[in-house]
């Protein structure tokens, strides 16, 4: 983030610094573009020409001292085909303006319209929101500036369009989602020796400003509850873990709440099994579940969404250690479920089991989706572009693919079944941890789907799509908040009353 981004809704009259307009193929404009680029008769035209530029989908045409037009910069960004825009690709528009932006500008003003004419309220909100995203950047460890950064301090942002109120009361719906997404983001960019269990359940307890109630139960609680297996990977830890459950109680007084569940391994070393030291910093975001389940409370709340939800979050430290559990151990979950440890690196599974099983039994929630970076192998599967998506309900399965196809947080469903669930038998325990090394994101989910009974229950196993700079127009950070806006539309589409 800039040090100090400044965001405001403006009329189309109003032209500060660097414009962004947006235009379809061919060159379409809507009317106040058109009244607006006026003055400069046909320089648009011709620029357009000389540069081959007709107006696809991401092209952009930049140009510097327009003669005509009172703007220091002119910038056209294509939407490609004429007609109307899908909301994500209208998230996606406010992401790539502002990725435009040349660095030294301090002030700019874009255009809420594309060919077909101006944005509705809520869709001046959506760019608004990629321009929010696009703009995050996690630079609070960078003390020094470089010599030659003629980055501003200060940007200001305007969003020209024609009903600034209307706009600015659309925004403030949205303003809890986009917070949500940084907040996320934020929480998976801080490293390890800052964001340890207790610290993260320190930041997490910051909901309660908003309405949020929220529980921490210490290291003593979770043994009380029978815990083991959360409790077997922290304890190689000097850093106590912790278990946090948020309630949002935005619905009828009553009625059952849906749940978010997240894994928290605030570093995996992979603990006894170690992992190799190459990339190793990477696990520093291995409760980016966790994250995503804090952002999505915080957006539930913002907006005051109608709805009673439940987040909870197991955190850990997974650490080699003199009291590091270690291969050949045997846990014995809440459940009461024993698991034999084959691989201390396949831990947030464990974790997992008890989390579910805990807020299964205390809740009884109307379904249970679970949030984690729990295995290599759905890199290796889907790559960055979809998260796995495991379930036993077909509806909730439906629903999520439809929010992951609008908001472009996709989901892709990986198989569940018996011949996956023998691959965990175990000879001494109830399961063991690992399947070895085929089906590897499979016998993981077979693992969780074995505390969650009946309740309808999805696991997303976000490991390719949170971490590692996943490239969109809307994120140049190296984590992307991905989940946040995906479980938001789930909960407002489907289960708000
Ligand atoms: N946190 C890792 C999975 C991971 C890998 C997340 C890369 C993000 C990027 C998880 O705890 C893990 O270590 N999984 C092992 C499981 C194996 C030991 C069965 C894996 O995927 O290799
Ligand atoms: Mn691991
Ligand atoms: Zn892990």
Redesign the pocket.
Known sequence: MPDDLKLGFAPFSSLHGVLVVFCAQNLKFGPATQKALAPAGDLVRRAAAADRFTGKSGAALDIVAPTGLNVPRLIVVGTGKDGALKQKDIVKLGGIAMGRLPATAATATIFAESGAGAFKGEQVADLMLGVRLRAYAFDRYKTKRKDDDERPKKIEVNIACSSPAGAEKAWQRCIGVADGVVLARDLINEPANVLYPAEFARRASGLGKLGVAVEVLDVAAMKKLGMGALLGVGQGSVHESKLVVMRWNGGKKGTPPVAFIGKG?CF?T?GI?I?PAQGME??K??MAGAACVVGLMHALAARKAKVNAVGAIGLVENMPDGKAYRPGDILKTMSGQTIEII?T????RLVLADVLHYVNKRFKPKFMINLA?????I?VALGQEYAGMFANDDKLVERLTKCGEETGERVWRMPLGPEYDKMIDSKFADMKN?GGRWA?SIT?AQLLQRFVDKTPWAHLDI?GTA??SPQTDINKSWSSGWGVRLLDRLVEDYYER
């Open positions: 391994v995996d992979g099994s992992k990477d696990m975001g291995d691989n690196d396949a831990e947030g970076t729990l295995t290599g192998a890199i690992t590897g993981a490991a971490l590692g």
